[in-house]
């Protein structure tokens, strides 16, 4: 299976990945401090994700 990483800097309180692989995946986040976190998980479709956390985050999603 191929990851794809999505980074986001600076820091925001949502994030939106379009990965164009048309399948969900699980998601894996890490923070800038290489803490893994988590957020509110939203598939809008096969291709995008939505995370929303409580304050805003930099860091990278790893999808599987």
Known sequence: ?????HTKYPA???WQITQNKNRYHAITIINELKESISGYEKYIDNNTIEITFSEPV???AYLN
Do not use: D, R
Request: avoid cysteine; charge should be positive.
């Open 1 to 5: 299976h191929s990851k794809y990483v």
């Open 12 to 14: 925001i309180a949502t």
């Open 58 to 60: 930099a860091g990278a």
